[in-house]
Each structure stands twice: as structure tokens, then as C-alpha cells.
């Protein structure tokens, strides 16, 4: 599966990715076309595969990379919230993050089965983020990728037993009460945690 030309890098430059979604959720795809397209949200998926997680829970979940079938846990750990002035601060155009905040994920992934993954691992492909009914704008690029993140397009060698945090950031309303971090298989409904939003 194709990645994006851009990591999730400190000192990169900063873009706002509008959704486009695409066959890996949104998070593949052209660029420069997603920059010029209108910001928008496809409505949250109504029923979940599972019942209701919160921080920390794990689930197990098969991933297709690029050698194989590879079972993974996954638990969303961690859901934090940046300023206003932040994520204006974050964007081209502070207008796209008007009323908005940086919200920062940290899923942790551990391998279980399968082969050794020796490239860009595919398991996050599916992670979003969600509030009011409507997935979050994704962030290219973070002003912070905090030391607690490792960079998913470093990995050369992930073995059975192996964990890696990775982290995303999204631009989430400022007002929202509750928030929810998605994962799911491919073609599988999306396992739900839920978390306080940033107006809890």
C-alpha cells in the first residue's frame, strides 16, 4: 500500500490535510488535491464491532502488510489537547482552525502473529479520530511529535512480541464533550475508545 511522501516529522512544514477518503481511510492520496479541496467529515460509523473501550483497553486485529497477514493488539493509550492559538498556529490558514484544537492520539501496537514486518508498517493505516459525529481533520504534519511516538516509517524490523507507539494529530472542535479514537480491520467495523473531548 502506498504512504504518504510526508512523515509525521519535527520541523517539517506544517499542512493541514483535508479528508479525502481513500482506500486507507484518508490517509494516502494526492496532496496537492487534498489541499485544495473543501474540509470535509463523513459521518461517524453507527455501530461498532465491540462494546465500548476507554483509554488503555486492547484489542487483537489482523493487519495485510506488505508480506503477509500480521495479528496485531491494539490499545489506544492516550487522547490530549492542544489551544486555539495552537492549532491556528499549526495551519496555513488560521481560518481552517477557527473554533478547532490539536488533538494528539497515541495508539500502541503490539505484534502477535505473522511474519517480521520489514517495511512501513501498514497497522495505523486505519486509526481516526472523531467528535460530534464527524472525523476529525488530520494534520500532515505536528508541531510537536513527542518523544513517546516512534515514526512508523523507521521500522525495519517489527518481531512477534515487539510494541511501537505511534501517535497522529487531528484537528478536533474545540467544544466537543467526548471524543473517540476508531481502529479497524480492513473492510471491518471500527472498535471504539472513547475519551473526554476538549470541552469535557
Known sequence: ????SVALRLGAPLAVLPLVLTACNGKDGDTGAAQQATTRAKPSPSTSTSAPLTAGDSIAGTVKEDNGLVTYSVAA???TFGTQAQAKAAVQNPADAKGKVIATVRVRYTHQAGPTVT???NA???TTVW???QRGTILLNSPTNGASC???YDIASWKTGQSHTFCEYYLLP???KKAEVHWSEDGGRPYVWTFAGPGA
Open 124 to 126: 495505523d493505516d486505519a
Open 1 to 4: 500500500m502506498p504512504r504518504p
Open 150 to 152: 516512534d515514526d512508523p
Open 119 to 121: 517495511t512501513s508498517t
Open 131 to 133: 467528535a460530534e459525529g
Open 174 to 176: 474545540a467544544t466537543a
Open 77 to 79: 493509550q492516550q487522547l
